[in-house]
Nanobody, 123 residues
Framework: VQLQASGGGLAQAAASLRLSCAASGGTFTNYNMGWFRQAPGKEREFVAAISRSGSSSYYADPVRGRFAISRDNAKNTVYLQMNNLKPDDTAVYYC?????????????????WGQGTQVTVSS
């Protein structure tokens, strides 16, 4: 499956952005989906994951309550709604697809990755 992330950009602190990740070349509902991010000089870190049906989701502590992951299986797209952005949210954001059962927080559990989209939050 190929993944194409979009929607990043420059935002001020407390603003909102919505990232999208369009999947193609596979059966979208075969995959649990996740978002990760990587800031300069730091390791890639888990942000959020959503189950195949969209009925379950899971968040990293730094974004819980501010970010929301969702998916539209009819459009083969997963979203990350980011509210109340903080400068610490500045990173390249990646979407990823996992064939493993259960929601996964480890990058190694994901089989396919998108190219990343830059999010920069100014104070």
């Amino acid at each position: 499956v190929q993944l194409q992330a979009s929607g990043g950009g420059l935002a001020q602190a407390a603003a909102s952005l919505r990232l999208s990740c369009a999947a193609s070349g596979g059966t979208f509902t075969n995959y649990n989906m996740g978002w990760f991010r990587q800031a300069p000089g730091k390791e890639r870190e888990f942000v959020a994951a959503i189950s195949r049906s969209g009925s379950s989701s899971y968040y990293a502590d730094p974004v819980r309550g501010r970010f929301a992951i969702s998916r539209d299986n009819a459009k083969n797209t997963v979203y990350l709604q980011m509210n109340n952005l903080k400068p610490d949210d500045t990173a390249v954001y990646y979407c990823a697809a996992s064939v493993r059962a259960g929601l996964q927080g480890l990058a190694a559990a994901y089989n396919y990755w998108g190219q990343g989209t830059q999010v920069t939050v100014s104070s």
